[in-house]
Structure formats: structure tokens, C-alpha cells
């Protein structure tokens, strides 16, 4: 029965305390404002060429660059996108969005489960040998 505190009136539903439900809020509430988000890194970095020849091969080396990279992982392969000086700062704001989103699904994570093994009847299973 909803409501009821009394331990006949358990109906083993799970119910989050009020501090619980206020952290839940705030975290949706930040979720709301995350807004685009990719996940990856920027770097910048001078590199080599494949021409045999050219100055980036001599010692000491005069490197091209730097150039502005974004790479991130997909299929397990690493990725890298070039990036224009003029796209530096929308791909840095959308990957600290990525970070926080990761952060705010993982707090709300550990809460759930918190709430989930502080429920009445909760009880956590031994590993099987």
C-alpha cells in the first residue's frame, strides 16, 4: 500500500528517500542542459609526412603543423577527423559535454543503486563457485 509505513503494508515496491529523489532531480535537471555532445579528444599535434625527402625527415626534423585533430574510437579502430582553427572551440564545448554527461549518467547510476540495495528484501546474490 502506497503511503503506509507500517511492515504489514510493505508491498515491496522500492521508494527513494526525499534527499534521494531531490539528488535525482537535480541530476535530470542538468541533464536537460548538457546539450550536443561527442565523445573523443582534441590534440595538436606536429607530425611527419610519407615523403622521403621533404625537411619533417632531416635532423633535427622540421615538423608540419601543428594541426588540429579529433579522434575518438569507433568499432574499436581509432578515428581522426582534421579540424579548421574556426571549428576548435564548438568541438571542445560538445566533447566536455560528452565528459559531463558520462559524469551525471554515472552519479545517477551509483544512486539507483544505492536506493536498489537499501530496499526492504534486497538482497545481493554470492558469486557461485
Known sequence: MAGCTHPACDDGSVSPDPGQRARAARIAAELSTVGLALPGTLIRPQ?????????????????????????????????????????????????????????????????TLAIADASPGSRRRKPSH
Open 47 to 111: 607530425v611527419r609526412c610519407g615523403k622521403p625527402r621533404c625537411a619533417c625527415h632531416a635532423d633535427p626534423p622540421a615538423l608540419h603543423g601543428p594541426y588540429w585533430q579529433w579522434t575518438r574510437k569507433v568499432a574499436g579502430k581509432t578515428i581522426t577527423r582534421l579540424l579548421p582553427d574556426e571549428q576548435v572551440a564548438d568541438y571542445r564545448q560538445w566533447i566536455d559535454n560528452d565528459r559531463r554527461l558520462r559524469e551525471l549518467v554515472a552519479e545517477l547510476e551509483a544512486l
